[in-house]
């Protein structure tokens, strides 16, 4: 049989080598194709990560994602929406900080109060930052006018996830209702792209149900669909959601641990010049996750900016990473921990995906 070493050398990656490289359980093995990952990364986008300023600004959700703490019919999540004015402050905060962009997400709305508000907010933090600062959306399915609106008004970025390329499994961990609907989904991210949005999407791993294979076709789905930025991370259960009841079938913490870092790994070998987020559903099981997802091939983290007194009720999982810490330390932490593993930040670099730049 081909060693872990002979498909690292080679150069395009076969279904059978990914779902291969997927399946790895030697630890030598796993250091390979992670040291191959991390010198492409390094010799595409240099030892820098980009840092984007994470805003929950709301956790109303009008949808009911089997997996998720914040769906509709969680009555025990206690929900909140921000003000204008308190997420400028944090857009403040964040320019302070010298970040470079933000990322605005909340659970998903379409109401066309939702839809106008979200377009005048986009307005006035273009008025309150420089002309280059970055606004990543990550507001859900939304229909192409919208996208288009948003876009016009100065979001450059946004983030959809198709959570799996698997109908049918798309179909198990989701509601089979009009608002939850694969072709929907499929459709919305080519919306995205045709607004003209350096656009995102991703997947969770290690899912009740998910194969091997079906994580390979997401990767190839990945680069199929010319994908500018990719967040991934590994499936955390939360007691108040419908998926608990299948907790039984889930693989240990450990596994989807290493199984998303061999995702982040594989991913980077196929596609050099994207950026991949390191996210914080790692750090969640692993206190220093997210720097082993940087020494894997990420580029990109999003620390948290969302105010301390809301952080903990957007739960998407139980166990989330950094609900408790002030903001301020958080990113003074996540710079030290950056240096420690031979990182910089880039302060002076939006970051753009060079995939994007390329396609342009
Ligand atoms: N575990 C991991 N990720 C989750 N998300 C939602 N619920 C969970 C969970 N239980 C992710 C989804 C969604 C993103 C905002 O958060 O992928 O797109
Ligand atoms: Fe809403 Fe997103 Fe959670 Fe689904 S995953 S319930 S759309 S916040």
New binding site residues.
Partial sequence: MITVNEILNQQELSKQDIIRLLSITDKGDQELLIKKAYSIKESTIGKRVFLRGLIEFSNYCRKNCY??GIRRENSKASRYSMTDEEILEVVDFAQRKQLTGIVLQSGELSSVDFIKRITALITKIKKATNPEFRITL?LGEQSLETYQRWFDAGAQRYLL?I?TSSEDLYKKIHPVDDLHSFKVRLKCIENIQKAGYMTGT?V?IGLPFQTIENLTDDLLFIKERDIDMVGM??????ADTPLYNHKDLLMPAMERFNLSIRMIAVLRIMMPDINIASTT?LQSIVPLGREAGLKAGANVMMPNLTPLKYRSSYL??DNKACINEDTDDCLNFLEKRIRMIGEEIAYNDYGDSIHFIKRK
């Avoid at 991370?233 to 939360?238: Q, R, S, V």
């Fill in positions: 997996y998720c990550s996830r959570e991703g969770m991370g590994p499936y955390l259960e939360h559903a998407l999982y």
